[in-house]
């Protein structure tokens, strides 16, 4: 079942998604690839911080953050990622470093890659290591509200 806040919101938001169940996967490209998703569509988040808030880098699973970049397209004077253990408490109805890129649902503002905001669907993670959703990148637009940035290599 995908995140609880997740599955509500959009459901609230009358918004249509697809749930797909796959293998146990940790890292975003396995993921991908046990959901027969391209690495290059499926959508990463990446926790950073930024000036000591918390914000949501959602990339596609075959890119890496560009720290630098970020830092400059942003104007933090301190950008870092984040690791697992500082944000586990943040996502509670979440396995650790399965976070759906919904940062409004938890506080926090959304970077997303322009090659995701190209693409006429989104798929991530839902909240667990074996569930994805996928849905339309107008509908997760209008409900998240992103800056489309450009901060990866």
């Given at each position: 079942m995908p995140a609880t806040k997740l599955k509500q919101f959009l459901d609230?938001?009358?918004v249509r998604y697809v749930v797909t169940t796959h293998s146990l996967a940790?890292?975003?490209?396995e993921?991908?690839?046990?959901?027969?998703?391209?690495?290059?569509?499926?959508?990463?988040t990446v926790i950073v911080k930024i000036d000591g808030d918390w914000a949501m880098a959602v990339l596609p699973?075959?890119?890496?953050?560009?720290?630098?970049?970020?830092?400059?397209?942003?104007?933090?004077d301190r950008v870092k990622l984040a690791a697992?253990?500082?944000?586990?408490?943040?996502?509670?109805d979440c396995e650790p470093g399965a976070m759906p890129p919904f940062g409004n649902l938890y506080g926090m503002d959304v970077f997303v890659a322009p090659s995701?905001?190209?693409?006429?669907?989104?798929?991530?993670?839902?909240?667990?290591?074996?569930?994805?959703?996928?849905?339309?990148?107008?509908d997760f637009e209008r409900l998240?509200?992103?800056?489309?940035?450009?901060?990866t290599t």
């Open positions: 609230d938001n009358d940790y890292t975003a490209q993921v991908a690839a046990s959901a027969h998703v391209s690495g290059r569509d499926f959508a990463k699973a075959n890119r890496k953050v560009d720290i630098q970049e970020l830092r400059e397209i942003t104007g933090g697992e253990d500082e944000f586990r408490d943040v996502f509670p995701l905001a190209d693409e006429e669907e989104i798929a991530f993670n839902a909240g667990s290591h074996t569930e994805i959703i996928k849905m339309s990148f107008g998240v509200k992103p800056k489309v940035l450009s901060f």
